[in-house]
């Protein structure tokens, strides 16, 4: 038996997935889609929010509600205000032991 002497073609990712397999990239992929494709744009903000909520610090928490800031407004412009505020408070009872991350989100809904 005779092992093949080459190497098996590599096929390079292209930059949409390379960045879909990078969740620290989805925050500006979601920015670049906000225009064209909000529902893509806020899809990908609200994977990417609990996962750096889970980071447990105060820059994250900061993060995280910019982040939820921008659902905001997408959702607004897509008429969804109800469904934003739908969010907000599944939010809060996810992370309700968060109380940083709950000051935050506070101000946010003020």
């Given amino acids: 038996m005779s ?3 080459t190497a098996p073609a590599r096929v390079p990712p292209t930059a949409i997935s390379a960045s879909i397999a990078l969740p620290s990239a989805w ?3 979601a920015g670049k889609l906000a225009s064209s494709r909000p ?3 806020i899809s990908l903000y609200r994977r990417v929010v609990p996962a750096i909520i889970e980071q447990t610090n105060n820059s994250a928490y900061a993060e995280a509600t910019k982040l939820i800031g921008k659902v905001g407004s997408l959702m607004a412009a897509q ?3 109800q469904e934003f505020a739908d969010y ?3 939010l809060r009872r996810q992370f309700k032991p ?3 991350f ?3 989100l ?3 809904m003020a």
């Fill in 88 to 90: 907000l408070a599944a």
């Fill in 3 to 5: 092992w093949p002497t």
């Fill in 79 to 81: 008429n969804q205000s």
């Fill in 27 to 29: 925050p500006g992929l």
């Fill in 98 to 100: 968060k109380r940083n």
């Fill in 39 to 41: 529902n893509d744009a």
């Fill in 106 to 108: 506070d101000g946010l």
């Fill in 102 to 104: 709950i000051k935050l």
